[in-house]
């Protein structure tokens, strides 16, 4: 089972009126789009990842999604994200998106990183800074996270769940 309690990080996120579909909920492709934008946000934020001039970028090499619940524009939610597997240049972050104020998931997923040289696209091991802040956001062998925060945020929170 997945809680919020299990994430180190919660990303708020706004749904918007476009998010939704004809059927009345967020369409699925959004929720890649939430999984990419906690995780950028982050690796940004906390990695010291420069998308703009840097010398290494992250690659999305493998995505899944499983959604349980709909969610719907206007609720608030907000993506939880732990670090599974670290690699020498890769990683394979746990994400789970919830609806504000709900224990369980709205949907689970994970989403696979390959750090590459900018000019060369071949792998190259992390940056010391980014591995760092990857080893904080690490899974536990018990499932929970060893560490919460929310974005934007220096407190901690209990936060999420543990994915796939």
């Known amino acids: 089972m ?22 009345g909920h967020v369409n699925n492709v959004r929720y890649f789009a939430f999984f990419d934008t906690a995780i950028n946000e982050w690796l940004v934020r906390e990695g010291g990842l420069d998308i703009h001039a840097g010398d290494v970028i992250g690659l999305c090499a493998e995505s899944h999604c499983a959604y349980t619940a709909a969610v719907s524009f206007p609720d608030a939610v907000e993506v939880g994200l732990r670090a599974g597997h670290i690699g020498s240049s890769s990683v394979r972050y746990e994400l789970a998106v919830f609806r504000a104020g709900d224990e369980e998931p709205s949907a689970t997923g994970w989403f696979v990183h390959v750090f590459v040289d900018r000019a060369t696209r071949r792998p190259v091991p992390f940056p010391q800074r980014l591995r760092a802040a990857l080893e904080r956001r690490r899974r536990s062998s018990s499932g ?3 560490r919460a925060t929310r974005a934007g945020s220096s407190r901690g929170s209990a936060c999420g769940a543990r994915c796939s």
């Open 144 to 146: 929970r996270a060893r």
């Open 2 to 23: 997945t809680a919020r309690a299990d994430f180190p990080h919660l990303h708020p996120i706004a749904t918007r009126w476009d998010d939704n579909d004809v059927y």
